[in-house]
């Protein structure tokens, strides 16, 4: 009986290796690699000569239809699929009122789980969710259990804004989820100095954007990742350190990591190829915290990565319009910027193309560590018996970044006039085909939540 499709005459690209093969898939699973003359008969054959057959790519790091962004899971999930993206993970909010909130009043996590799977029925392609932990609240507690039951393995923690929560209550929730085995994932900036600064430069009248990545100094991040780190290590806590930044912030979470302690971290796209020179160039667009730095700190990205202190690269896509980007002050302006279309071919053409890592380097970080590090271990891979997350990427093809060309409701690009080599062709999402040179052809609703496993970090 023939299989639905089978790819043939493709580069096979994992987290190990490279080689020519040839690649079927039944019923949303891989069944076989293999040479041409030991592949069954399918509806589809799928010819990829001269491309690159990878594992779909994993973001566990996206804010979509909520107050960090414009885009629904539609939009979001559209420019996910064109950029290769074929699981991400959002976040489920427990509600909390603020000036950052639109809820009327609180709530759970579970609240925040049942909101996103709601929106989520018109994804395209697969998601989940970090149970975002908002408030002081000692009842979170008593939540993390049955998060877990749901399929929400991982809880993030903010030290700043309005939901940053102190060190204290933050111990009490590491205590618990070292108990449950979870992941916290963690922001960290030091509130106390990037506030005290913020107030400072707005009465200094200091609203130029360039003013802006001065609000939130390099080392604001590093003595809250250092503080966050070391609880998580007394506690015995997984530790996954998110938008890593700066080299001093990297520095910090390598010397924990030297000490055998259970800690992964990511950094973003746009900490590898921009600098703080773009806020002289393109403003608020590039408003993102903690900022994008200087060049040093692309460097020390890449070298982090290169030695495995770093384990992903992930986009934090903020989809917003360009409108609430244009404002007097940057204190003003919205904060974020979309990448997920992008941000597959903008890491190979500055890692691969211009920096020589490997292409199975780019398979890790992008996707296998990703699956690995929050229990996904159906997603990431191209062996037998997985999901059939495939896509077709096209290595040598050059092209110019536009947002012109944006899936997403974020009307402006912070890549805009980039040129990069490197092209998705097509997606698969357990083996439907859901974006085709440039177009999405899945529909909506395609995509499912991915309930995750407890994450086994010993291997």
Not at 71 to 88: I, M, R
Not at 156 to 167: D, N, Q, S
Request: aromatic share 10%; charged share 25%; hydrophobic share 35%.
């Amino acid at each position: 009986m023939p299989v639905d499709t089978v790819i043939t005459g493709g580069t096979l690209v994992t987290a190990t290796d490279t080689f020519e093969s040839d690649l079927a898939f039944d019923d949303g699973e891989i069944v076989a690699v293999g040479d041409e003359s030991s592949m069954p008969d399918a509806r589809e054959t799928v010819d990829a000569s001269g491309l690159l057959v990878m594992p779909g790519i994993i973001d566990p790091h996206v804010h979509i239809e909520d107050f960090f962004s414009v885009d629904t899971y539609e939009t979001g999930t559209a420019a996910a699929a064109l950029g290769g993206v074929t699981t991400y993970i959002d976040f489920a909010w427990q509600h909390w009122v603020g000036d950052l909130s639109y809820y009327e009043e609180d709530g759970t996590l579970m609240d925040g789980l049942e909101e996103k799977q709601r929106k989520g029925e018109r994804a395209i392609i697969d998601y989940s969710v970090h149970a975002a932990i908002t408030r002081e609240d000692p009842a979170v507690l008593d939540e993390l259990e049955g998060m877990i039951e749901a399929g929400v393995t991982s809880f993030k923690l903010f030290t700043a804004y309005e939901i940053g929560l102190g060190y204290g209550f933050m111990n009490r929730v590491l205590e618990r989820i070292a108990d449950l085995d979870a992941v916290g994932v963690f922001h960290t900036e030091d509130a106390s100095v990037t506030d005290e600064l913020t107030a400072l430069f707005k009465e200094e009248g200091k609203g130029d954007p360039t003013w802006y990545p001065k609000s939130r100094p390099d080392y604001a991040e590093a003595m809250a990742a250092n503080d966050a780190a070391r609880m998580a290590n007394e506690q015995g806590a997984k530790y996954y350190g998110i938008h890593t930044s700066c080299r001093k912030s990297a520095d910090e979470l390598a010397r924990f990591r030297d000490d055998g302690s259970k800690l992964r971290a990511e950094t973003c796209t746009h900490y590898l190829v921009c600098d703080d020179t773009i806020y002289d160039e393109i403003g608020c667009q590039a408003m993102i915290a903690p900022p994008i730095r200087k060049p040093d700190d692309n460097e020390a990205m890449f070298e982090h990565l290169r030695v495995g202190n770093l384990d992903v690269v992930s986009t934090d896509h903020c989809g917003y319009y360009l409108e609430s980007k244009q404002v007097d002050n940057w204190w003003e302006s919205t904060f974020g910027a979309n990448a997920l279309q992008v941000s597959m071919p903008i890491v190979h053409d500055e890692a691969v193309g211009r920096r020589g890592f490997s292409y199975p380097w780019l398979v890790r970080v992008m996707s296998t560590n990703p699956a690995r590090i929050f229990g996904m271990p159906r997603k990431g891979t191209l062996d037998p018996g997985t999901d059939a997350d495939v896509v077709l990427f096209d290595p040598t093809e050059t092209y110019t970044i536009t947002a012109e060309d944006n899936a997403s409701e974020a009307d402006f690009s912070i890549y805009e006039g980039r040129e990069v080599t490197g092209r998705v062709k097509k997606t698969f999402v357990r083996g439907q085909l859901v974006a085709d040179e440039g177009r999405v052809v899945g529909d909506p609703g395609t995509g499912e939540f991915v309930e995750r496993e407890l994450p086994d970090w010993s291997v």
